[in-house]
């Protein structure tokens, strides 16, 4: 029973980074993760279930720039999602 | 907590073994409650031994402040200075630096030094005081130590008598939590003086000349040459020569050297010290392995691991004290460099397979001291009439030679009683005591034959009549009527194979006599294994202490048996019996386990095979790939096609450098690669001179392939470089380092894993000046298409079939390489506009001077450098990942402003000096990043067109930064005698994408520049300082007078300095930082104060890079090693610490960069910053470890870090 | 009753404007090639049911251990290993 109740409140939570995701569609987002490579900077484009579509502004390697990417939420370890009141996301150039 | 500790440093003779030979002005720090009692031992015993004359070590917990009052009571100013910790350098550096307050301690006073031992690991000290590398020095006569730092919580006993303990080199280790272990310290040093009992220097029995200088352990050493005159003088051991005793303690009785004893089954740690002053050692330990790194499970397994001048390792072997198979009995440790070996630098790991209480004695009647069994283990059984226990069921005999294995000579002898006994269950040949190998293994058998045949070398006849080599014995015959080309050998296996070896010895009795050696009766060989499991009393392919020896007489044959557990690198093989006398003829090879279900092919015809040095390996499931095998080899003794002898030592028998190189028995040296335009630009092309003799590794673009690199003799240091591919420092970490360059010593070995990009001949090379000069180098042809004597891999797309005829030998210029621009550029392209030129560099203040320096700069500014307005300074250029970067290039070298037009360039030398008459040509070769082989490698290589420029040319290189490399050297290659120890080098630094560089001073934004500040969007804003290390430098005092460096640097030298004999080829020449060398005999010749020679009170601040900080500022030091000698060198810096692999957070932590050569690369990101973690200002010393011979010759500089804002250096991020 | 997870977000609302240490599962990260663990000490400036804020927030990084990111992050509370608010942000404590 609490084994149950424990799965849930996981769930719960990974539901609620889903949604705060759906709820930033549009926005750019700083996402870093264990797995190559490692950061993504981009626009949210959408979430499907617990994914999320990014069009890709800049990762750690230029070729994977500019592409459409699919994000696993479970495996973000941190982000940060630009909004009007916060600072901004730079640029990367060169 | 704080612990406190009360050190002297005192005079004292420091007897080296039981023969007498001492060094009567040793010096040594010492607990203060034990020095009346040290000085008392060893006034009563003058000529034996003392066990409380060793290294000081203490001991301390991670976290602990460790307060140590400091007596000073030799006749010159000394202190303590201490790596890995973290202290206030005005107070505690011992030593006397910049603008720090002196810490080192005047003669009779004292001081407290207080250090932060943050984590745990193995804190060398020494003393800064004296840095004189000469007999007059401290650190040569002993003047160093260890504090071991161990887990939090751990407590600490003596092994004999169970109690509490306050300084030992031997020590069990307690812990609430953690097993319990023996610990035990390894203190490597060299060069020590030593007198024998007459006072006057050892003289070898055999040669009548000098004996070789100190090599030991722990103010130890056991000498062959000491060994040996007993035999000749009839005492033991009659029939005996001398190398095949000289670890055989049935002979002579236990070592002086250190003997680490142990249950089998314990748990061990060593800390690996370094505190010698000169010579690169590697530290080989039989039967087991260790993670190279000891908190990273990732980290390579090794077995033999090179450590240079004042650095240290820590060595956790594997499953304790005898391995996976529990093997027990003796077990030697020994510097692996034969000529150290012999002079005395081994010692033992003994493991007792029985309780020993202090009621046995060894066989000898030498009585056997108790030793504590580990209080969380269960004790061994004790000792029995019918099981006595190692070494006592063994059938030897007392002054003779140990006695043969049972079973496993062929024809021989059956066990007697109480090996019956001793044994396991169901002994067989090659594992009686215990069986590495699990029932229902694979079984591989190799019938091996080591036979001697003359081996040419290279096709000017260079030779060794002598050469003697491991062959299958199904290849015997080939071999020696010529069919098959004599090469190393190596066998191929998977893992989980049980592998069973019948090795025949074939050798005549005698190694006869000639230029280089005496002649010696070489009469059993055997054939020592390192990296498999094996029953190390039967199995050694050795003679060690009380266990068997295991070797073999001539005609006969004996059985080993070993298990390859896992996938394994390449592991190495040799003799033990005779090395000194033969391995440098050919006794080596290697076996490689490869992964389980691999199958081996002749990469010519695809048929299965079982040995080779270059084999194809097919996998079910993993890519196929290309196994090459090069091993490196010096002491080659070689004659010309006329019989004359090749660089032959003073005396024959003499250790001193004898000899010249090989690669798998062959070279190509360069003096024959000039042709009729005689320009050194050519002497890689095989267009001009054909392919090189030295092995050509083939396979097809794109290929994935394995390097195995190893080192089969016998005493240096190599420096293994690929130009154009790159590989992960560690195999199996995908967050280490990449890496083209390797530092090897003999016995080490590497696996390279990587792929060919691209098709187009890559250089491989030993890539120091004189191992290139004589002939180490070759290529990695990758084709494009189809050619008839190579197999595709399976698993690749067929290769197309042969479109055009390869090309061949012209004996002319090469063709000039395709443009490298018409390739398409990736990302934005930075542009580089870069010019060679000649122009004297000026060192340092006191007018050391090169008038013929060589360097790269940007176009831009060369007008200001030639003019004086600008200092000449190594070029170093900067862009970031996802960059490529167009260099172009200019020659505007002056054939005139070369000084040796003649074409012998006279000092420093190389071994075989030849005419080499300077190129006008030039290129720029970089390290790392990511070109095109054909049109962008910066040197005119195998069938690749000419990528070189001529005076007036221009040509761009186009390179692609792929990948967060950080340093990358750059460099000549069209000349590697007049060009590179010149100042032909510079650096590029890949940066994090989006990085801008600015002047740490004025905080506009540069293009070029060693100390810059980094500014990135999402990172810290970093301090950059880049060093270049460099040797083999030509240098003139103000007076013009050429500089005999290391020579002429010496602080003190004694009046019977022998210079001709004191120095190899390779530690010729001046070296320093980034074209500065801050020579301490300037300062000493000013002001002969010793102990302040590093003081900027005094002196004024060092001509190498000052680099200023603020407390805490991010600084990242690129470490750069372009040139040039073979001699290895270690970077410290005073206080601070940084990750072992900067991309790798599990990986050691460590206050030094160890045995940097010609090719090394690192990048250091300071824990904590500037100041470290404890927040610290003050002058912070970065220099060399090595007291012989680099401190002295000015290898050392500043890091400044200020705490309070100084008005012209703005803060990092203003 | 409460549901558990709100229980935590209203424990941890009680942290909002306060400094806390944060570790979360990563072996390590990598930021253009500069590797660290994920040690983040910061200002918590949001609590929402799945992710907490903290801005400005300081990532330990080995050679500049008070690096204060120029952007506010957001962790993911099933990231978090562990947490603390008894470590001040400006406290220097070995990170290897």
């Given at each position: 029973m609490q084994k149950e109740r424990l799965k849930m409140i996981n769930e719960r939570r990974h539901e609620a980074v889903t949604k705060h995701f759906k709820k930033n569609v549009n926005r750019r987002v700083f996402i870093l993760t264990q797995?190559?490579?490692f950061m993504f900077i981009g626009k949210i484009k959408e979430v499907i279930e617990d994914i999320v579509v990014l069009d890709v502004e800049?990762?750690?390697?230029?070729?994977?720039?500019g592409k459409e990417w699919s994000v696993?939420?479970?495996?973000?370890?941190v982000f940060y999602i630009e909004t009007n009141i916060g600072p901004s996301i730079p640029e990367l150039k060169g | 907590m704080k612990r406190k500790y009360h050190v002297v440093a005192i005079p004292i003779r420091i007897v080296v073994n039981t023969f007498g030979?001492?060094?009567?002005n040793g010096m040594m720090y010492v607990l203060k409650e034990n020095e009346q009692k040290v000085k008392d031992l060893v006034k009563k015993n003058p000529f034996t031994p003392v066990d409380?004359?060793?290294p000081l070590v203490i001991r301390a917990n991670a976290g602990d402040i460790v307060e140590i009052q400091f007596e000073n009571k030799l006749p010159f100013h000394t202190g303590m200075h201490f790596y890995e910790a973290e202290y206030d350098v005005c107070n505690a550096d011992g030593a006397s630096v910049?603008?720090?307050?002196?810490?080192t301690v005047a003669p009779g006073d004292s001081i407290i030094y207080r250090i932060h031992?943050?984590?745990?690991g193995n804190y060398f000290f020494a003393d800064l005081g004296n840095p004189s590398s000469?007999?007059?020095?401290?650190n040569s006569n002993g003047l160093f130590g260890g504090l071991c730092v161990e887990n939090r919580f751990s407590w600490w006993t003596d092994p004999v008598s169970g109690k509490p303990m306050n300084?030992?080199?031997?020590a069990d280790v307690h812990h609430p939590l953690l097993p319990s272990h023996r610990e035990y310290v390894w203190m490597f040093h060299d060069e020590m003086e030593i007198n024998d009992v007459t006072g006057n220097r050892p003289i070898n029995?055999?040669?009548?000349q000098e004996e070789e200088s100190f090599h030991g352990a722990n103010y130890r050493y056991e000498p062959e040459n000491r060994r040996a005159q007993l035999i000749s003088e009839g005492v033991?051991?009659?029939?005996c020569v001398g190398e095949e005793v000289h670890h055989d303690s049935w002979v002579f009785?236990?070592?002086?050297a250190p003997i680490l004893r142990g249950y089998v089954g314990d748990p061990a740690r060593i800390r690996l010290?370094?505190?010698?002053?000169k010579e690169t050692h590697v530290f080989h330990y039989h039967v087991h392995q260790w993670f190279?790194?000891?908190?990273?499970?990732s980290s390579t397994i090794v077995d033999a691991q090179a450590i240079s001048p004042q650095s240290h390792y820590t060595i956790d072997p594997l499953y304790g004290l005898g391995s996976l198979q529990g093997s027990f009995g003796d077990i030697i440790i020994h510097c692996h460099l034969y000529p150290h070996f012999a002079a005395g630098m081994w010692g033992m790991n003994r493991i007792f397979d029985t309780l020993q209480d202090g009621s046995q004695c060894y066989p000898n009647g030498v009585p056997i001291k108790a030793l504590q069994p580990l209080p969380d283990r269960a004790p061994p059984p004790k000792p029995t009439?019918?099981?006595?226990g190692f070494p006592n069921f063994i059938p030897g005999k007392v002054g003779n030679k140990a006695p043969r294995p049972p079973l496993?000579?062929?024809g021989g002898r059956d066990m007697t009683e109480l090996e019956r006994h001793a044994a396991i269950e169901k002994p067989r040949p090659g594992a009686v005591?215990?069986?590495p190998c699990p029932e229902e293994t694979p079984v591989k058998e190799f019938n091996v034959s080591i036979i001697e045949l003359p081996i040419i070398y290279n096709r000017e006849g260079?030779?060794?009549?002598k050469g003697r080599i491991y062959v299958l014995d199904e290849d015997v015959e080939d071999v020696c009527s010529g069919k098959k080309e004599p090469e190393p050998l190596v066998i191929h296996a998977s893992a989980h194979t049980c592998i069973k070896i019948n090795f025949t010895n074939r050798l005549p009795h005698i190694l006869d006599g000639d230029a280089f050696q005496l002649v010696t009766r070489t009469y059993e060989t055997g054939f020592h294994i390192h990296f498999v499991k094996f029953?190390?009393?039967?199995?050694?392919?050795a003679n060690v202490?009380?266990?068997?020896?295991s070797s073999v007489l001539p005609g006969e044959t004996i059985r080993y048996s070993y298990y390859a557990d896992v996938e394994l690198k390449a592991w190495f093989f040799h003799d033990h019996l005779f090395p000194l006398s033969h391995?440098?003829?050919?006794v080596f090879g290697s076996g490689v386990v490869h992964p389980r279900f691999s199958e081996f092919l002749?990469?010519?015809?695809?048929e299965e095979v079982d040995r080779g040095t270059q084999v194809t390996v097919n996998h079910p499931l993993i890519p196929n790939y290309r196994d090459f095998a090069l091993f490196a080899q010096d002491f080659t003794l070689l004659f010309d096609k006329d019989g004359k002898p090749l660089n032959?030592?003073?005396?024959?028998?003499?250790?001193?450098?004898p000899g010249l190189f090989g690669v798998n028995y062959k070279n190509e040296p360069l003096?024959?690669?000039?042709?009729?335009?005689?320009?050194?630009?050519?002497?890689?092309?095989s267009f001009t001179h054909?392919?090189?003799?030295?092995?050509?590794?083939r396979a097809y673009a794109g290929d994935p392939i394995r390097i195995r690199l190893l080192q089969g003799a016998q005493e240096e240091s190599h420096s293994f470089n690929v130009h154009g591919l790159r590989w992960l420092?560690?195999?199996?970490?995908?967050s280490s380092r990449l890496d083209c360059q390797q530092h090897i010593g003999i016995s080490e070995s590497f696996t390279f894993e990587t792929f060919i990009p691209r098709p187009g001949d890559y250089l491989w090379a030993f890539e120091t000046e004189e191992d290139l000069w004589n002939g180490l180098w070759g290529l990695i042809r990758a084709y494009k298409e189809k050619v008839p004597d190579l197999i595709p891999l399976?698993?690749?797309?067929m290769p197309m079939k042969q479109s055009r005829p390869l090309p061949e030998c012209t004996g002319k210029k090469p063709p000039p390489a395709k443009k490298a621009t018409l390739l398409p550029a990736k990302g934005p392209i930075r542009t580089f506009d870069i010019v060679a030129f000649q122009v004297p560099i000026t060192y340092n203040d006191f007018g050391d001077?090169?008038?013929y320096g060589i360097i790269f700069a940007l176009q831009e500014d060369m007008e200001d450098i030639l003019q004086g307005k600008k200092k000449a300074e190594p070029l170093v250029i900067r862009a970031n990942v996802g960059d490529t970067v167009d260099v172009t290039l200019t020659s505007k070298l002056?054939?005139?402003?070369?000084?040796?037009k003649d074409g012998i360039?006279?000092?420093?030398e190389v071994k075989e000096q030849a005419f080499y008459p300077p190129s006008l040509r030039i290129s720029l070769h970089p390290q790392l990043v990511d070109y095109d082989v054909q049109t962008s490698a910066g040197e005119t290589v195998g069938f690749n067109g000419d990528q070189t420029v001529g005076p007036g040319e221009k040509r761009t290189y186009r390179w692609y930064v792929?990948?967060?490399?950080g340093a990358c050297g750059l460099w000549d290659m069209a000349d590697i005698r007049n060009h590179k120890s010149q100042g032909a080098f510079g650096a590029f630094i890949a940066e994090p994408r989006g990085t801008e560089y600015v002047d740490p001073y004025t905080l506009k934004p540069v293009?070029?520049?060693?100390?810059v500040i980094l500014r990135n969007p999402l990172l810290p804003d970093v301090r950059e300082y880049v060093l270049l290390i460099h040797d083999g430098v030509r240098l003139l005092d103000q007076n013009d007078e050429l500089i005999i460096d290391p020579i002429d640097g010496?602080?003190?030298?004694?009046?019977?300095?022998?210079k001709e004999d004191?120095?190899?080829?390779?530690?010729?020449g001046s070296r320093g930082f980034n074209y500065r060398c801050e020579r301490l005999i300037n300062r000493y010749n000013k002001n002969p104060v010793l102990h302040k020679l590093f003081s900027s009170i005094v002196f004024?601040?060092?001509?190498?890079p000052v680099f200023e900080a603020y407390t805490g500022d991010p600084v990242t030091i690129r470490l750069i090693t372009p040139a040039e000698r073979r001699r290895s060198h270690t970077f410290h810096l005073h206080g601070h610490r940084w990750l072992?692999?900067?991309?790798?957070?599990?990986s050691r932590v460590e206050s030094f960069v160890g045995h940097?050569?010609?090719?090394g690369l690192r990048n250091l990101q300071l824990l904590g910053g500037a100041g470290a973690i404890g927040g610290y200002s003050g002058d912070f010393m970065y220099r060399?470890?090595?007291?012989?011979?680099?401190l002295e010759q000015g290898m050392w500089g500043i890091m400044r870090v200020h705490k309070e804002i100084q008005k012209y250096l703005p803060p990092i991020n203003e | 009753m409460k549901q558990a997870d709100e229980m935590l977000v209203d424990y941890m609302q009680k942290l909002k404007g306060e400094e806390v240490l944060v570790i979360t599962r990563a072996v390590q990260l990598n930021l253009l090639g500069q590797v660290f663990r994920p040690i983040f000490a910061g200002k918590v400036s949001d609590i929402q049911l799945g992710h907490l804020t903290l801005s400005?927030?300081?990532?330990?990084?080995?050679?500049?251990?008070?690096y204060e990111f120029p952007l506010p992050l957001s962790i993911p509370?099933?990231?978090?290993v562990a947490f603390s608010t008894?470590?001040?942000?400006d406290m220097a404590f070995p990170l290897t």
């Open positions: 797995a190559f490579p800049t990762t750690s390697v230029a070729e994977l720039e696993h939420i479970d495996s973000i370890s | 030979d001492h060094n009567p409380l004359v060793e910049g603008y720090n307050k002196d810490s031992a943050l984590e745990e000469s007999k007059n020095g401290s300084s030992g080199m031997y029995h055999i040669t009548n033991v051991c009659p029939n009785g236990d070592p002086s010290f370094h505190g010698g002053q190279e790194d000891p908190q990273d499970l009439k019918q099981k006595p496993g000579i062929v005591f215990t069986d260079w030779h060794d009549p029953d190390v009393l039967v199995c050694d392919g202490g009380w266990n068997y020896d391995q440098q003829h050919g002749n990469p010519a015809t695809g032959p030592p003073k005396f024959p028998g003499s250790q001193d450098d003096q024959f690669r000039l042709g009729k335009e005689c320009d050194p630009a050519y002497s890689f092309s054909g392919d090189p003799v030295t092995p050509i590794l420092n560690e195999r199996g970490n995908l399976s698993d690749r797309p001077h090169d008038p002056k054939f005139d402003l070369f000084p040796f360039y006279p000092y420093p792929d990948s967060q490399l293009r070029s520049g060693a100390n010496i602080l003190l030298p004694p009046p019977d300095l022998d004191l120095v190899d080829t390779y530690d010729q004024g601040d060092p001509a190498t072992f692999d900067v991309k790798d957070m599990d940097n050569v010609a090719g060399a470890g090595n007291i012989r011979w680099d | 400005p927030v300081i990532i330990k990084m080995v050679n500049a251990p008070f509370l099933e990231q978090i008894e470590i001040p942000s």
